[in-house]
């Protein structure tokens, strides 16, 4: 169905901007749920959670399999050895995030993560004790700063500062950031912020975040969920002390998928960081020695950070997903992705008298894939009537519907689809 809305670009033109981009789509690689009539669903939702790479279930059996011919000599036999599974993101999980290899691990859940590294590197010790956080933040976040800083007996009230964009803004202004962080000065123990906003998709100037911090006495970490698998980043040479991110959202791993850490060389070589412990963090060769061996050894990276024996079921999906990321490399993909959500802005800002306005930033290296779309006037009810023409995006009260073209799957003609939609529900209908 072509609707010519003026300002919008024809569909051909959409399919000619697919056929000619010189990152192709791996939708083939994915299961992109249908409608009830069969058709493909608009699948916006990558930032949620990531369609199933194909390959998933090959991994995933593979395990099963193992488990069913070897049970526990799958540990040492299983065609990737269950002991030593996690060492194969150690390269892969590198690349990603811009880490050494020793620096990223896969284990646990993402605010199980935030707990673990908050607790080695929120080191409240006389006056120095605030933490600072952006605000809107996702409230997992929140309730796990303020749980950190009841855990070691100071008031969230006092102690945790929340930088919020200005009166009548969405975002938040980065000079806000640098001074807070400057006010706080000595008494800042630890900032701790969303690489890129899960509400607004802007993405923070971590480099620029991490030296201000550091230059005020701070250690700083990111909550990467919605960067990891987003944007390039270079978390080694940006010196950022710790990150932790999920792998359900960019990262298509599945529901509840294990989730990832990073730790900086500096501290992860250094026994002498204090770090909640388990077998699992333990030097491998002694592991096994169990009740002879009373000393914990940490791994001098960050699998000394692992606890307990990992998922082995729920890392295998990402595998599947990693590999197609390594396939394209994350520049190459990068590139892509601003091309496409370049494309959705500009044909939802060129529909004629459009009732909503977008609220991520436009800069290059102010957004991700992510568009957020505030709404005028009832968003509820017309976000319903959006995904019965089989959008998949999502809403966030009072009004903010969240779309994210993911540049592994989805298309220009999907975001042409898209923004013809949108005209009709928020535009002056000109058909
Ligand atoms: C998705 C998301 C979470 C979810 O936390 P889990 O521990 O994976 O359930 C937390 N924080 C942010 C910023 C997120 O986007």
Same mark, same amino acid.
């Given at each position: 169905m072509t609707? !010519?809305?003026?300002?919008?670009?024809?569909? !051909?033109? !959409?399919?000619r901007l697919d056929a000619e981009d010189p990152?192709?789509?791996?939708?083939?690689?994915?299961?992109?749920?249908?409608?009830?009539?069969?058709?493909?669903?608009?699948? *916006?939702?990558?930032?949620?959670?990531?369609?199933?790479?194909? !390959?998933? &279930? =090959?991994?995933?059996?593979?395990?099963?399999?193992?488990?069913?011919r070897l049970a526990v000599a799958g540990h040492r036999d299983a065609r990737t050895p269950w002991y030593s599974y996690h060492e194969v993101f150690r390269d892969q999980g590198a690349r990603l995030v811009g880490g050494r290899p020793g620096e990223v691990v896969m284990m646990n859940s993402l605010t199980i993560n935030l707990h673990l590294?908050? &607790?080695?590197?929120y080191r409240p010790e006389g006056s120095r004790t605030k933490l600072l956080m952006e605000m809107p933040a996702f409230p997992s976040d929140i309730y796990c700063l303020q749980s950190h800083l009841q855990a070691r007996g100071l008031d969230p009230d006092e102690h945790l500062i929340q930088v919020k964009p200005r009166d009548g803004e969405? &975002?938040? =202004?980065?000079?806000?950031?640098?001074?807070?962080i400057n006010d706080a000065g000595d008494t800042l123990a630890t900032v701790m912020m969303g690489g890129v906003n899960f509400l607004t998709g802007q993405v923070l100037d971590m480099a620029a975040i991490t030296e201000a911090g550091h230059r005020a006495g701070a250690t700083v970490g990111f909550d990467l969920a919605h960067a990891a698998g987003n944007i390039p980043m270079q978390?080694?040479?940006?010196?950022?002390?710790? =990150?932790?991110?999920?792998?359900?959202?960019?990262?298509?791993?599945?529901?509840?998928?294990?989730?990832?850490?990073?730790?900086?060389?500096?501290?992860?070589?250094?026994?002498?960081?204090?770090?909640?412990?388990?077998?699992?963090?333990n030097d491998p060769d002694t592991r096994f020695r169990m009740h002879l061996e009373d000393r914990f050894v940490p791994v001098p990276t960050v699998e000394s950070w692992q606890i307990s024996n990992p998922p082995i079921l729920s890392m295998a999906p990402l595998r599947a997903s990693l590999e197609l990321f390594d396939s394209i490399g994350m520049d190459p993909l990068r590139a892509r992705s601003l091309r496409l959500t370049? *494309?959705?802005?500009?044909?939802?800002?060129?529909?004629?008298?459009?009732?909503?306005?977008? &609220?991520?930033?436009?800069?290059?290296?102010?957004?991700?894939?992510?568009?957020?779309?505030?709404?005028?006037?009832?968003?509820?009810?017309?976000?319903h009537d959006i995904e019965a023409m089989g959008v998949v995006a999502d809403f966030r009260p009072p009004g903010t519907i969240r779309v994210a073209p993911a540049p592994l799957y989805n298309t220009f003609e999907e975001c042409h689809r898209f923004a013809t939609l949108m005209a009709e529900s928020f535009g002056d209908s000109t058909s």
């Open positions: 609707t !010519a809305h003026s300002g919008l670009v024809d569909e !051909a033109h !959409a399919r990152v192709a789509s791996m939708r083939d690689q994915f299961a992109m749920p249908s409608r009830n009539d069969g058709s493909d669903c608009l699948y *916006f939702c990558g930032n949620s959670l990531g369609l199933l790479p194909l !390959a998933a &279930t =090959a991994h995933v059996n593979e395990v099963m399999e193992d488990w069913q590294l908050l &607790t080695s590197f969405s &975002t938040i =202004a980065t000079e806000d950031i640098f001074a807070a978390l080694h040479d940006w010196n950022v002390d710790f =990150a932790a991110w999920c792998s359900y959202k960019y990262l298509n791993a599945g529901p509840g998928a294990i989730a990832g850490a990073f730790v900086h060389d500096r501290h992860a070589s250094d026994a002498s960081v204090p770090r909640l412990a388990g077998w699992w963090g370049g *494309f959705l802005r500009q044909q939802l800002e060129a529909v004629p008298g459009r009732r909503y306005r977008i &609220t991520t930033p436009e800069g290059e290296h102010e957004h991700g894939c992510q568009l957020s779309i505030a709404i005028e006037g009832d968003a509820q009810q017309a976000f």
